[in-house]
């Protein structure tokens, strides 16, 4: 086994995928391209569900699903917003 390269070992590779059951703003934002304060306030007002688990509040996947899917589609220019809102009222 002298002088061997590691990718010719016999050993088979063992690949762990392992799919959460629930997840925290952070992860729910990373996962839907928003921010975590934009998922606390759906759990806030109501629209996403969630579970407390230990002291922490999750929500399944789900239940971010379904709210995902309930979130209206849109097309076309977005409202200006933040400086580029100035003179629009």
Excluded at 1 to 12: C, D, F, L, Q, T
Aim: include cysteine; hydrophobic fraction near 40%.
């Amino acid at each position: 086994m002298k002088n061997r390269p590691v990718s010719s070992y016999p050993y088979p590779a063992l690949v762990i995928c392992v799919t959460p059951k629930a997840l925290r703003p952070p992860a729910i934002a990373a996962m839907l391209g928003c921010t975590a304060f934009f998922v606390e306030e759906a759990w806030r007002n109501g629209s996403l569900k969630y579970k407390v688990v230990g002291d922490a509040r999750v929500s399944t996947v789900e239940q971010i699903d379904e709210w995902f899917a309930k979130i209206p589609e849109q097309s076309g220019a977005m409202r200006g917003r933040g400086m580029y809102r100035r003179g629009e009222d």
